[in-house]
């Protein structure tokens, strides 16, 4: 099968996976992870989860403006109520670390 495939390819065509191949192999595996843990040094743990839990909300604001995706009013009051809560976490204080659990507990 995988000599069928590439004896039926033309040159563009191999040209085209190679250069998918450096994509994936530079930005998504190489780039990507090393400016994720570089940005999460930054920005603490806490901060850092609240980013990573909203990818779902940016993966489908991008396909709606991208792909032209439909989302009803429980999408966009979601994606609102979200966006609220990301918010309301992102700007909370930080906890005393010389305060004792039983008095800093929210």
């Known amino acids: ?3 069928d495939f590439l004896s039926n390819t033309s040159a563009d065509d191999l040209k085209l996976v190679g250069i998918v191949a450096l994509w994936s192999g530079l930005a998504v595996n190489c780039v990507a992870p090393y ?6 040094q930054a920005v603490g743990p806490a901060r850092a989860q609240i980013l990573y839990a909203s990818q779902p ?4 604001i991008m396909s709606f403006f ?3 995706e439909a989302c009803g009013i ?3 009051s979601g994606g609102a109520l979200f966006l609220v809560a990301m918010f309301l976490a992102a700007t909370a204080e930080n906890p005393d670390p010389n305060c004792p659990a039983k ?3 929210v």
């Open 35 to 40: 400016l994720q843990v570089s940005g999460q």
């Open 103 to 105: 008095e800093c507990e």
């Open 74 to 76: 429980e999408g966009f």
């Open 57 to 60: 909300l940016w993966a489908a």
């Open 66 to 68: 991208l792909l032209g």
């Open 1 to 3: 099968e995988t000599l």
